[in-house]
């Protein structure tokens, strides 16, 4: 995986509870080792997802407007229509 720069330096102790067979599941894929990586790794896709997917809503919520709407019509006008 390739890191950016701009990617978090300063790492954050914190404990998270989880089931004993995923955690044995866990290590099997990543290795005992590897734990907070894969689970790092997972945490990422995972909020990458939601903001896909927050995105994707937004799409919708919007579709159907067109660059004049975007650009001209007041923030009361776009709440009036349901934007």
């Known amino acids: 995986m390739k890191r950016s720069i701009k990617r978090m330096k300063e790492k954050k102790r914190t404990e998270v509870l989880l089931p004993k067979e995923l955690v044995e599941r866990i290590d099997t894929v990543a290795g005992a080792r590897?734990?907070?990586?894969?689970?790092?790794?997972?945490?990422?896709?995972?909020?990458?997802?939601?903001?896909?997917?927050?995105?994707?809503?937004?799409?919708?919520?919007?579709?159907?407007?067109?660059?004049e709407d975007t650009l001209y019509a007041a923030r009361a006008e776009l709440e009036k229509r349901g934007y």
Do not use: D, N
Request: net charge positive.
């Open 34 to 67: 590897g734990r907070t990586r894969f689970i790092e790794e997972a945490l990422r896709r995972e909020l990458r997802r939601r903001a896909w997917e927050e995105w994707l809503a937004l799409g919708k919520r919007l579709k159907g407007l067109t660059l």
